[in-house]
């Protein structure tokens, strides 16, 4: 009868067939031991992920600390752009006119620490926060945060080329954030936060692919940084505007201060 045929072992996922023939029953007894190893195979592997993320989780919850407490000081290559010398009359006069000026977009995740990021370099005539690259026209905050309607936190920046080159704008960028973390920054997660660059014309993008090509060289990860046309871009609301400078932060051209991310 089945029920004589069927054993149950404390521990076993399956009933161990119990039939009577020595060929048959090695057959079987294999075949539920390759079952358990597969199972058991698959929970470490599961377990292995689980440690993974957590432990990257644990990471990401002390840099972004850490940041807070002592804010990220610039890289070499961007300290330089930074704190580049040049003539404070000179960029002056060009800051006070419309020509002579260009546009650069880029998102990098919160656009607090970014704004300032560029604040600082010299030849950059003006700054601002907003939100671009979706399909809702003139986004809150709150329903950008939502994730539905397609925007990135972004920071135009209107700076003369004479001053500051876009390739070395591309050099702050890359300084300022993790471009081979898809839709991130440490701990803020959505698209709002995707890593991306906006560009205003052929040059441009010209340009930045070849910055994209140089920067993969330097990381192990491949690189996630959208490129794509500037489309439309809406101003976020007042009190996002220079935040971390109304915080008490220092703007100054050339500063390299570290930032604390979070004002």
């Not at 939502?146 to 936190?153: I, K, L, P, S």
Request: aromatic fraction near 10%; include cysteine; charge should be positive.
């Amino acid at each position: 009868m089945l029920r004589d045929c069927l054993e149950f072992r404390p521990g076993c996922f399956f009933p161990l067939l119990i039939v009577r023939g020595r060929n048959f029953m090695r057959h079987v007894s294999l075949s539920v031991f390759l079952v358990h190893y597969v199972i058991a195979s698959i929970s470490a592997s599961w377990a292995g992920q689980i440690a993974e993320k957590a432990g990257e989780f644990l990471e990401n919850s002390l840099q972004m600390g850490q940041g807070m407490a002592t804010g990220k000081p610039f890289g070499e290559s961007a300290a330089k752009v930074v704190s580049k010398v040049f003539s404070t009359e000179s960029a002056n006069v060009k800051a006070s006119c419309s020509w002579g000026q260009e546009v650069a977009t880029f998102a990098a995740g919160c656009f607090w620490s970014v704004e300032l990021s560029f604040q600082r370099v010299p030849g950059v005539a003006s700054t601002r926060v907003g939100y671009t690259g979706g399909s809702v026209p003139h986004p809150s905050y709150k329903e950008v945060c939502t994730g539905r309607t397609g925007h990135a936190e972004a920071v135009e920046i209107k700076f003369d080329p004479s001053i500051v080159t876009y390739p070395e704008l591309l050099t702050v960028l890359w300084d300022r954030h993790d471009p081979t973390q898809k839709d991130r920054q440490g701990n803020d997660r959505g698209t709002q936060y995707r890593s991306a660059i906006f560009y205003h014309s052929p040059e441009q993008k010209s340009q930045a692919e070849a910055a994209i090509k140089q920067e993969q060289k330097r990381r192990s990860m491949p690189i996630v940084t959208q490129l794509v046309p500037a489309t439309t871009f809406y101003e976020a609301e007042t009190y996002h505007q220079q935040y971390l400078e109304k915080g008490g932060q220092c703007a100054r051209k050339g500063d390299l201060t570290p930032i604390r991310c979070y004002g």
